[in-house]
Nanobody
């Protein structure tokens, strides 16, 4: 499985960006895909995930501002980021894990940098 993320960039505070992550290879019909982020010197943290049957999970810090969606036919997950803040500046990593999670491993994309200027 390979994950190709795109859509990062530089944006002013209050602006918007949309990230995309396309998966290739053998993708399980039941899975979870989503986004984590990691700022310099910090741990990698959850941003948002979405299961193949539509269950979402968001970090409190992005609720109401970010929206995750996916197109299962295209094996692609999206992250619409609105009202961006400087503290959203991070490398954003695409994530995939097939079900059942107790028996499988994580897959990560290469990361895409999002920089929010004040």
């Amino acid at each position: 499985v390979q994950l190709q993320a795109s859509g990062g960039g530089l944006v002013q505070a209050g602006g918007s960006l949309r990230l995309s992550c396309a998966a290739s290879g053998s993708i399980a019909s039941g899975n979870v895909m989503g986004w984590y982020r990691q700022a310099p010197g910090k741990q990698r943290d959850l941003v948002a995930t979405m299961t193949s049957n539509g269950i979402t999970n968001y970090a409190d810090s992005v609720k109401g501002r970010f929206t995750i969606s996916r197109d299962n036919a295209k094996k692609t997950v999206y992250l619409q980021m609105n009202s961006l803040k400087p503290e959203d500046t991070s490398v954003y990593y695409c994530y995939y894990r097939p079900f059942p999670v107790s028996y499988t491993r994580d897959y990560w994309g290469q990361g895409t940098l999002v920089t929010v200027s004040s």
